[in-house]
Structures are given as C-alpha cells and as structure tokens.
C-alpha cells in the first residue's frame, strides 16, 4: 500500500482559497487513481474529486464543480486540490486517497485502498 500525507487545510474566510497537498511513498505513486474526500461533523465521508493516474481525467462531485480542481505530479507523487470560492459548506476533515482498481467509477470511498490522515479545512462567514 502507499502511505498518503495531506497538507495545505486551515482557516479562510468565504470566497477564499486554499491549496491542499496530498504527498504519497511507499508504493508507485503513478500507478494509483487518487480522491480527495471530506467529512463534516455529523456527516458521512463524501466524495469531492478524483484523478485518474496519468491525470488524462478528472471527475467531481457536483458541488465543487466548477470551483475546485484536482491536479497531480507524478514526478513528485503528489496530488493537489484547489479550492476556490469557498464556502461554510466546505468545512469538513478532508482526506486524499489512493486507489489501485481498474475500471472503476472511483467516487465510493470503498474502491480506495489507502487514505491520509486528514487535514481540517474550514471555512468563515
């Protein structure tokens, strides 16, 4: 398995942005399809974005649509998420993971094999 680190989360103010990074070892990096998941207080770990492993493809969850984007390197085994126009919606821990499936949709948090930590993001009215 390849162990996952994310950092990058922190404290904005709403219609700001926050870069997190999601840094990975152990395993080859490449060879993985990443996500990016969140959960809020009370709530189940959703779905937030997703790259394929050569980063030829991208999908997301409606509601980061258009504001935030997935992006990776390879030569750095690291992937990112750039969150723009944030709001008090998008307070939540949020996790990187990797997942080794082929064929796969890769937005339910059971086709991934290995998960970071979490980093908190949060957002201010």
């Known amino acids: 398995q390849v162990q996952l680190v994310e950092s990058g989360g922190g404290l904005v103010q709403a219609g700001g942005s926050l870069r997190l990074s999601c840094a990975a070892s152990?395993?080859?990096?490449?060879?993985?399809?990443m996500g990016w998941f969140r959960q809020a207080p009370g709530k189940e770990r959703e779905f937030v974005a997703r790259?394929?492993?050569?980063?030829?493809?991208?999908y997301y969850a409606d509601s980061v649509k258009g504001r935030f984007t997935i992006s990776r390197d390879n030569a750095k085994s690291t992937v990112y998420l750039q969150m723009n126009s944030l709001n008090t919606e998008d307070t939540a821990v949020y996790y990187c993971?990797?997942?080794?499936?082929?064929?796969?949709?890769?937005?339910?948090?059971?086709?991934?094999?290995?998960w970071g930590q979490g980093t908190q993001v949060t957002v201010s009215s």
């Open positions: 993971a990797a997942s080794s499936r082929r064929g796969s949709m890769w937005t339910s948090r059971y086709e991934y094999d290995s």
């Open positions: 152990g395993h080859t990096f490449s060879s993985y399809t």
């Open positions: 790259i394929s492993w050569r980063g030829g493809s991208t």
